[in-house]
Nanobody, 125 residues
């Protein structure tokens, strides 16, 4: 199973950007999928996750709630992160991740064990 993220870029504050993550593997629909980010000199930070099995369509970290939307296309094994009203503090490398345990669990309890390569998002002021 692999994850491939793309869609990053350089934008101005207030702009929008959509990140995409393509997944391989047979059990995608059972994975809790998420996005994380890491800014220079900071620890990796949870952004959002989505859990099709429990019907949770989006669990967000406070700094992005109301601006970012996570979604998934199970038929095509894709996960998206729509980012609106971007701020300079959103600048980071964004990672797609998956909890592949296939255990029925609450979305906040996800343990992400599969990671894709990052995609850089830079927001200028």
């Amino acid at each position: 199973v692999q994850l491939q993220a793309c869609g990053g870029g350089l934008v101005q504050a207030g702009d929008s950007l959509r990140l995409s993550c393509a997944a391989s593997g047979y059990n995608f629909i059972q994975y809790i999928m998420g996005w994380w980010r890491q800014a220079p000199g900071k620890e990796r930070e949870f952004v959002a996750s989505i859990n099709w099995v429990t019907g949770d369509r989006g669990f967000y970290n406070y700094p992005v709630e109301g601006r970012f939307t996570i979604s998934r296309d199970n038929a095509n094994k894709m996960v998206y992160l729509q980012m609106n009203n971007l701020k300079p503090e959103d600048t980071a490398v964004y990672f797609c991740a998956a909890d592949t345990s296939m255990a029925v669990k609450r979305t906040p309890d996800a343990k992400f064990d599969l990671w894709g390569q990052g995609t850089q998002v830079t927001v200028s002021s």
